[in-house]
């Protein structure tokens, strides 16, 4: 086992109806509330109204900044940081998705310095203070809710990039499940993907420590079992609670615990891919995870047929777990392929450009540009 610090400061709370103690969290923080949201699902659901009813009725005022898009970039976090610098605002309130969520942090660090946000992600610059930021939950995937990090497109810079550090975990974080009953088909099921990734990316990492790899493994069991009936019954509380839950303990810092660093070689790999194609985050990795794990299956044998047969319950080689691993994303009805994404062979060397300029790399399995190649063309 590696030497480990276990620090997560956001509070969670999970559950029906936790939303009811939404304004009285917010108020120790102040009156002036920046709202963040994305493209207007919360107008549909309804929840934006009882939001802003919720805080009127209790004197809070609220200034919106709308729009933030999936595979969030960098121009929206300048706007909306200016917006709240001029406002003036107390405390952020960011309601969606992971997008939401990570613009957020970032416009949290922005807004009490004068600097272009990007300066966070090229490490020239080094937060000192945050806007207190309060998250609600709409997509279980990311993780987001209950971690520090961030993650941005730069486009005029061609890099997807990601920050985080003490200043950027939320200080609270709503998860009702409730609200993700509306969440689409495809995005459940690429927020299944993404959580279970997120558990293969520190299963992968550096450090060897049983109880936090039985940790990992539940997770992903959870997923495996529960995802696929969620599928089948997008409207069942019970399988969006357990669906919520298991993305929220797959990047809160647990399955990290005894490990020195994940891998994160897939992630890093699937950016590139929502950067040049805007494929979503979780069919990234769905397209990417297969093709990474034959690529390494030489190095990594015993450690891939060891979480097979975790997973699946029965002795496996490291080339059947792999292709079982891929016959359930597939199952959920992601993409394992790039094709399949409706991206064609001719994108090879403009994704090999950008996976060099973007230093695409594991924190465990190194990789170099002749790896990129042999990846690329095993997911194209
Ligand atoms: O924009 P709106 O209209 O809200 O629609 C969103 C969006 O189109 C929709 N949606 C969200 N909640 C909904 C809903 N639709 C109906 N009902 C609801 N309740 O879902 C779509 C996707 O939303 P998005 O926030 O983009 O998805 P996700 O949560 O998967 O976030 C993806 C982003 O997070 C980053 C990814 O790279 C990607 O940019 N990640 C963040 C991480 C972190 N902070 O720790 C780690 C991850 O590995 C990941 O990199
Ligand atoms: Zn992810």
Redesign the pocket.
């Known amino acids: 086992m590696e030497n480990f610090t276990a620090y997560n400061p956001t509070t969670l709370h999970f559950g029906r109806n936790v939303l009811t103690q939404l304004a009285e969290t917010l108020r120790p923080f102040g009156t002036r509330v920046l709202l963040l949201?994305?493209?207007?699902?919360?107008k549909?659901?309804g929840?934006y109204d009882r939001v802003m009813n919720d805080l009127a009725a209790r004197g809070f005022s609220v200034t919106e900044f709308s729009g933030?898009?999936?595979?969030?970039i960098i121009e929206d976090v300048d706007a909306a940081a200016a917006l709240g610098r001029d406002h003036g605002v107390d405390v952020i309130l960011a309601v969606?998705?992971?997008?939401?969520?990570?613009s957020a942090?970032i416009v949290s660090v922005a807004i009490p310095v004068q600097r272009a946000a990007w300066d966070f992600f090229d490490g020239q610059l080094k937060p000192d203070r945050a806007i207190p930021l309060v998250a609600v939950l709409?997509?279980?995937?990311?993780?987001?809710e209950m971690?520090p990090?961030?993650?941005?497109?730069n486009h005029t810079r061609g890099i997807?990039g990601?920050f985080?550090c003490p200043l950027t975990f939320p200080k609270h974080s709503f998860l009702d499940p409730a609200?993700?009953?509306?969440?689409?088909k495809d995005?459940t099921a690429?927020?299944i993907a993404?959580l279970i990734?997120?558990c293969f990316e520190a299963w992968f990492g550096v450090g060897e420590t049983t109880l936090t790899d039985r940790i990992v493994v539940a997770i992903v069991k959870e997923a495996m079992e529960y995802g696929p009936k969620l599928l089948d019954d997008l409207h069942n509380y019970e399988y969006r609670e357990k669906i919520m839950f298991a993305a929220t303990m797959a990047?809160n810092g647990v399955t990290m615990y005894g490990r020195s660093s994940g891998d994160w070689g897939v992630?890093s790999a699937?950016?590139v891919l929502?950067l040049l194609h805007d494929v979503?985050?979780?069919a990234s990795?769905t397209i990417v995870y297969p093709a990474w794990l034959r690529h390494f299956r030489d190095r990594l044998g015993d450690r891939i047929a060891q979480l097979g047969t975790a997973l699946f319950d029965t002795p496996l080689t490291a080339a059947e777990s792999i292709d079982r691993i891929e016959s359930f994303f597939r199952s959920i009805g992601c993409p394992v392929r790039l094709s399949e994404q409706g991206v064609a062979g001719e994108a090879r060397e403009a994704i090999l450009r950008s996976m060099i300029h973007s230093r695409v790399n594991g924190g465990h399995m190194k990789m170099q540009a002749e790896d990129y190649e042999k990846i690329i063309d095993l997911y194209l």
């Open positions: 949201y994305g493209g207007g699902s919360i549909k659901s929840l933030i898009r999936s595979n969030p969606g998705g992971g997008s939401v969520i990570d942090k709409t997509l279980a995937a990311t993780g987001s971690n990090f961030a993650v941005v497109s997807k990601a985080g609200l993700t009953l509306t969440v689409p995005y690429f927020g993404d990734a997120h990047l992630h699937g950016h929502s979503p985050h979780g990795l």
